[in-house]
């Protein structure tokens, strides 16, 4: 079994307590990925030490330089895809085609960040005194703290580090405890690129050993977080305490609405799609679907026989379509949403089940349909994490839209219909911050602004253009050349 090091200012490094964590392939846990640093405050520290000396550097090389070395790493991203689609698969469980779709994001966020480098724009605005010259620049936040969940292995921690270094920052990043082989791929591609020692720091470990102290750390200006809303809250508590920056994506539970004049075979190609690739475990799947009731029946009947045809299991299989639950207590979880919905009245069509004959232990979960909930039910309300779609019948229109607003989350919404007057109409009432026609809820692309609102977001976008604002902070400069002083809005 090979062990993995930390890299800390350009070295790879064991943790300084010397303890150790595996990882795991959800699909044969029997077979260990590797062996991980179980990083403490002391690394976390040492790594925000050398983040710091090496972003004083960093901030003065010009930002179509930073741009050319993100390229390249892009180019490196490029050029071992299909090998990093499969260490994907194997160590979170996804199929072939989502993990490469992973890939594909960090590939595209850096080739996008790269062309951020040559447009570090500030604006030039006339000044209310004459002979006087205001404008604005782009700085560096200074030390970035980057914490990841581990269902994007590889794009997540990429799509937050590339528009951060490209600002000028130097950056901790702690990734998930479950995905660590894919952020030291990903960081052996950084320093292969070019990413000078300090700038870009991994350190592997568990949330409370390790994520807790970079977001305590006094020398972190800024913390990017993605994951649960329950972690999401404490470290929003203690950056707001400390006056940190602090950017957080948190869940979902995302809702397809699909009203009675529907192309209903498109609908369903959706819902297959967008509840259940990637084993429902996306901030943006499709996990409820709020249908008129005019046309529920036809809806469902067609749902439940397609998802007889989907195949469950170790998703290396080209065949397979649904992979595993990451690790046995959020199988458990995923389990426990199938009793609670019984229990509450739902009417438990597919699926809820655990499957074991035949695949070696994995931690699979059959994809599961419940109809005739109701909008109140915790199965329509909370985030289940996995394949499980909740369908909502309702009267008409505006009640799918309520139905649809009705959490609070606000990530992703879709509406299926022939009509782009509804269509439109219902795009403008969705409380999320990603609306979709005629798709499901998932299918963002990397060059357009992505986040939520209501308590899945706190204000901020990531990728695109979006993300530098996150990442730079604005100084606004006069130049006087009156050869007089000038006092501003008295004179
Ligand atoms: P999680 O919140 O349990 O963990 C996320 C990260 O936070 C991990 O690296 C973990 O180690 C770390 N962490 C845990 N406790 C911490 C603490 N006290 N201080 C600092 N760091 C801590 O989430 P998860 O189970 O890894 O991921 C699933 C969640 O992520 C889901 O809720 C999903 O919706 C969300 N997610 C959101 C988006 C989005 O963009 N909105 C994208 C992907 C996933």
Not at 12 to 27: D, K, L, Y
Not at 261 to 285: I, K, P
Not at 397 to 403: G, H, L, M, S, Y
């Amino acid at each position: 079994m090979t062990t993995y090091l930390n890299y800390i200012d350009g070295e790879w490094r064991p943790s300084r307590s010397g303890e150790t964590f595996e990882s795991r392939n959800p699909a044969h846990p029997s077979e260990v990925v590797g062996e991980f640093q179980a990083s403490t405050g002391d690394d976390i520290d040492d790594a925000v030490q050398a983040a710091r000396r090496a972003q004083r550097e960093w901030r003065k090389v010009p930002a179509p330089k930073r741009g050319e070395i993100i390229e390249r790493a892009a180019l490196l991203l490029q050029e071992r895809k299909s090998e990093l689609a499969e260490l994907i698969t194997r160590e979170m469980g996804k199929t072939l085609v989502d993990s490469g779709y992973d890939i594909q994001g960090a590939i595209t966020s850096g080739r996008y960040m790269a062309g951020e480098g040559l447009r570090m724009f500030g604006e030039t605005v006339p000044s209310g005194l004459p002979n006087r010259m205001a404008m604005t620049r782009r700085e560096p936040v200074g030390v970035v703290g980057i914490i990841t969940p581990w269902n994007l292995p590889v794009m997540m921690p990429a799509w937050k580090l590339f528009p951060a270094l490209v600002c000028g920052n130097a950056v901790v990043v702690k990734p998930a405890e479950d995905t660590p082989l894919c952020a030291v791929r990903l960081f052996e591609i950084l320093e292969e690129a070019g990413v000078p020692p300090g700038v870009a720091n991994l350190v592997t470990g568990f949330g409370d050993a390790a994520g807790q102290p970079l977001v305590e750390h006094s020398d972190v200006e800024m913390i990017s977080f993605t994951g649960s809303q329950k972690v999401g809250r404490t470290i929003a508590a203690t950056a707001g305490q400390a006056l940190k920056h602090v950017s957080l994506e948190m869940g979902g539970k995302n809702a397809v609405v699909v009203f009675d004049d529907a192309d209903l075979d498109e609908a369903v190609d959706g819902v297959l799609w967008g509840g259940f690739s990637t084993a429902g475990q996306r901030c943006t799947a499709s996990s409820r679907v709020v249908v008129d009731h005019k046309v529920a029946d036809e809806l469902v009947n067609s749902l439940q026989k397609r998802m007889g045809e989907l195949v469950v299991g170790d998703a290396l299989d080209e065949n397979v379509n649904v992979g595993p639950i990451i690790n046995s207590r959020q199988l458990d979880r995923v389990h426990s949403y199938t009793s609670i919905g019984i229990d509450e009245g739902a009417e438990l069509l597919v699926g809820g089940e655990k499957l074991e004959e035949g695949l070696d232990g994995g931690y699979f979960y059959a994809p599961t349909l419940f109809d005739h909930a109701n909008p109140q039910m915790r199965i329509a309300q909370e985030e289940i994490f996995g394949p499980t779609v909740v369908v909502l019948r309702v009267d008409g229109d505006e009640e799918a839209i309520e139905v649809a607003n009705g959490t609070n989350y606000g990530l992703s919404a879709a509406v299926y219909s022939q009509n782009v007057g509804r269509a439109l109409s219902a795009i403008a009432e969705f409380e999320s911050g990603l609306a979709y026609l005629n798709a499901p809820t998932i299918g963002s692309e990397i060059h357009l602004p992505f986040g939520g609102v209501k308590s899945t977001g706190n204000g901020h976008r990531e990728s695109g253009k979006s993300a530098i604002e996150q990442f730079t902070e604005i100084k606004t400069v006069f130049l006087d050349y009156s050869g007089t002083l000038q006092r501003a809005e008295i004179d």
